[in-house]
């Protein structure tokens, strides 16, 4: 066991110290220069979604502005609709009484013309009777 240990003791000197050669071999301005390239390049990319993101969040807001709009826009039409039908209606009624009361006034005027066609009539036939009669008495009292 000894043995054992031993060697991996010796297996993990070599790892290290291979990282360590390889850390050394790898110039600290070059990793820095490179860490530098890398950082630029995620920021660029956050920076191109940023401004995709904000493009989208822009167009949505329009759009949501335009169909406010159009919401209102259908709220005014449906308002002036509702008002038109009450207008409508209100003609209506006021086209019904108007006509029941001219029924009722052709009525009456029907039955006073009537009436006066009746007395004419009757007035008409006295005042002929009258003119016969007044003309029978003037005839004989100029005889």
């Known amino acids: 066991m000894a043995n054992a240990d031993a060697e991996k003791e010796k297996w993990r000197q070599e790892a290290a110290s291979a990282a360590a050669e390889r850390a050394e071999s790898e110039d600290p301005v070059r990793r820095i220069h490179d860490l530098r390239s890398d950082i630029g390049?995620?920021?660029?990319?956050?920076?191109?979604?940023?401004?995709?993101?904000t493009e989208e969040y822009t167009r949505l807001k329009q759009a949501v502005e335009d169909k406010q709009t159009e919401l209102q826009r259908i709220y005014e039409v449906e308002t002036a609709a509702s008002d038109l039908r009450a207008l409508i209606e209100a003609n209506r009624k006021c086209k019904e009484d108007f006509e029941r009361e001219m029924a009722v006034q052709r009525q009456k005027f029907e039955a006073e013309?009537?009436?006066?066609?009746?007395?004419?009539?009757?007035?008409e036939l006295y005042a002929s009777w009258g003119a016969s009669e007044?003309?029978?008495a003037a005839n004989d009292t100029g005889s």
């Open 41 to 53: 390049k995620q920021l660029t990319d956050l920076a191109g979604k940023f401004e995709s993101e």
């Open 134 to 136: 007044r003309r029978t």
């Open 113 to 123: 013309m009537e009436t006066n066609k009746a007395v004419s009539g009757a007035g």
